[in-house]
């Protein structure tokens, strides 16, 4: 059975860190890229990033472009979101979640965790 | 970047009849459209990946179609557990993977 499980979010203040894990299991984690999603309470999905399956590619939504760090480690069956210079809007549920056949580009996610919320306020 | 526009952004339908929900993109994604559906309290769900292809384990009940810009999903019998919010999602052209902003379908 594949599971999803993300932690690490909380309550950060504006400009600070927060570090996202996933822990990944039921399949063959580096055969996968893998993403990061972000919901808004209440609202709609905003796709946030991407690593491919060895996590030598990875892409970013403009928004979190140069604040915010994809990463994977494949030994620890484990995804990963460095999260700097947080601001107001980034407060959100994020989920990590599957690519269904991608390496190295985007499809339809299968899977998804059940989400970690961070809350981004002073 | 490409923009998915869902509509209505509420429908309202009574148990056993179908809905119609849509999603239309700013430029052509091919049939790199996929569908989910979310109840609250819950991750979304795969319903419907390149276009028309349901996932595994999603009663035939719901069906997809369309390419380019239009795209439709159809359920055609509704049940209780069919209420919930559905997103597109296109990935054609990516980044960014863009979503739709959700169709709310409602008990009538």
């Known amino acids: 059975e594949v599971q999803l499980v993300e932690s690490g979010g909380g309550v950060v203040q504006p400009g600070g860190s927060l570090r996202l894990s996933c822990a990944a299991s039921?399949?063959?984690?580096?055969?996968?890229?893998m993403h990061w999603v972000r919901q808004v309470p209440g609202k709609g999905l905003e796709w946030v990033s991407l690593?491919?399956?060895?996590?030598?590619?990875?892409y970013y939504v403009d928004s979190v472009k140069g604040r915010f760090t994809i990463s994977r480690d494949n030994s620890k069956n484990s995804l990963y979101l460095q999260m700097n210079s947080l601001r107001t809007e980034d407060t959100a549920l994020y989920y990590c979640?599957?690519?269904?056949?991608?390496?190295?580009?985007?499809?339809?996610?299968?899977?998804w965790g059940q989400g970690t919320l961070v809350t981004v306020s002073s | 970047e490409i923009v998915m526009t869902q509509s209505p952004a509420t429908l309202s339908v009574s148990p056993g009849e179908r809905a119609t929900l849509s999603c239309r993109a700013t430029?052509?994604?091919?049939?790199?459209l996929a569908w989910y559906q979310q109840k609250p309290g819950q991750a979304p769900r795969l319903l419907i990946y390149?276009?028309?292809t349901r996932a595994a384990g999603i009663p035939a009940r719901f069906s997809g179609s369309g390419s380019g810009t239009e795209f439709t999903l159809t359920i055609s019998s509704l049940q209780s557990e069919d209420f919930a919010v559905y997103y597109c999602?296109?990935?054609?052209?990516?980044?960014?993977?863009?979503f739709g902003q959700g169709t709310k379908l409602e008990i009538k």
């Open positions: 430029q052509s994604v091919s049939s790199k």
């Open positions: 039921g399949f063959t984690f580096d055969d996968y890229a």
């Open positions: 690593i491919s399956g060895d996590g030598g590619s990875t």
């Open positions: 979640a599957k690519d269904t056949v991608g390496y190295t580009y985007a499809s339809e996610f299968d899977y």
């Open positions: 999602q296109q990935y054609n052209n990516w980044p960014p993977v863009t």
């Open positions: 390149d276009a028309s």
